[in-house]
């Protein structure tokens, strides 16, 4: 089964994650600076949660097959292109964007595999528990991407 952030250990791990990063640390691709990844990943869960509005774009991904690929089988591609909607919030003192960015995953998975999601941009219309695994793997590939 794939990692979810509606798994308790998972979000915690992620979270100790979250806790290692510094706003110094550099990246090990892309051209993201840690805060500038940490005020996407806030804007992204909050995007899931219909806190932000991104416009749909048509895509390949909105096919079924596809989109099963990528959310659980596939690694997530390095230099993905982005939404500019979820470029477009300016970092916050660092130690306020970590706790933003843990609450808002914590807000995502009290949500639950049972709540309201809104449509993904590129997916379009995915299950609740799409959500928590693309959650987790986003947030996941991001750390990654900063070596923690």
């Known amino acids: 089964m794939p990692k979810t952030i509606f798994d308790p250990a998972a ?29 996407h990943l806030i804007e992204s869960v909050r995007m899931a949660l219909g806190d932000v509005t991104v416009r749909p774009r048509p895509s390949v991904l909105s ?6 690929l990528v959310i659980y089988l596939m690694p ?3 230099g993905t292109p982005t939404a500019p909607e979820l470029l477009a919030r300016a970092p916050d003192a660092w130690p306020l964007d970590i706790a ?14 049972r709540g309201a999601w809104q449509p ?7 299950s609740p528990v799409d959500w928590g695994v693309l959650i987790h793997k986003h947030v996941h590939h991001h750390l990654t991407q900063f070596g923690v």
């Open 63 to 68: 096919n079924r097959v596809m989109r099963y």
């Open 100 to 113: 933003a960015l843990k609450s808002n995953i914590d807000r995502a998975a009290a949500n639950g595999p």
């Open 120 to 126: 993904h941009p590129a997916f379009g219309d995915i």
């Open 11 to 39: 979000r915690a791990a992620l979270a100790g994650r979250i806790d290692r990063l510094a706003a110094t640390t550099p990246a090990r691709w892309g051209k993201f600076t840690a805060p500038r990844m940490v005020a």
């Open 76 to 78: 997530w591609p390095k």
